[in-house]
């Protein structure tokens, strides 16, 4: 099964790359190297930045060793 990666986020909300870069502050060529990296590779600052660019956002959940949950992002 092919890993989800932005761009194929980006393409299925039908947002342009000069969108994104605008957000990002950064050049379509950038937003294109970026694309090119798998999700897990982003860091998640940028990942969530990304997201919103394209009308989405990251919620991370992390489990505690007793069970107990934290929000993060």
Do not use: F, N
Not at 20 to 31: E, F, I, P, R, W
């Amino acid at each position: 099964m092919k890993e989800l990666t932005l761009g194929d986020i980006r393409k299925q909300h039908r947002v342009k790359q000069e969108v994104v870069a605008m957000a990002l502050s950064v050049t379509a060529s950038g937003v294109s190297k970026l694309e090119s990296k798998r999700i897990q590779d982003v860091s998640l600052q940028r990942a969530a930045a990304y997201l919103a660019a394209v009308g989405g956002s990251l919620t991370i959940e992390v489990t505690l060793p007793d069970g107990g949950t934290l929000d993060v992002a």
